[in-house]
């Protein structure tokens, strides 16, 4: 956890110094054939061996969003690369969250949606992909990714690896 406090502690610094830009449109819905990993929930838990349950993995990931956005003052930013562009956000949503098993190894999975609030923007919905791993007994988030803009997908799944669309 401390690793994680320092990196959103330099990211936010790194904000502060003048990166990025509101309206809620319209909820962008989940489909399950579209996300890595099978359904984690806390129903049937006994059945599954998974070392975290879908209520620890949900507070895993919204701490970690909240945390982020108030360190900058109340959002969420995030590089688009394939835009050259800072995303300034508020979080929105968290569908239900996924586990892959691979190599040996569990992933946590979790696709989110969050509100545009860049004032140039004319887009209304990122959907975010979190991928959180366990580290020092806790989970930590070691990937996010813009899986679409308005309900368009960068990126789909294929054996529960992202396939650049």
Known sequence: MRRFLIVLTITSLLFSVGMSRPDIARAVGEHAGEHPGSSQSDEGQTSMRHEFS???IQSAITDYIETDQSLKNGYFYIYDEKLNYDWKLTFSKLHPVRVINREGKTIYFACTNFSVQND???NNILDLDFWMKPEDG?????????????GDERF???DDRPVES
Do not use: C
């Open 54 to 56: 879908a209520e620890e």
């Open 120 to 122: 140039d923007s004319e």
């Open 138 to 150: 806790e989970l930590e988030p070691y990937k996010v990714r813009i899986h679409k803009v308005d």
């Open 156 to 158: 789909t799944y294929e």
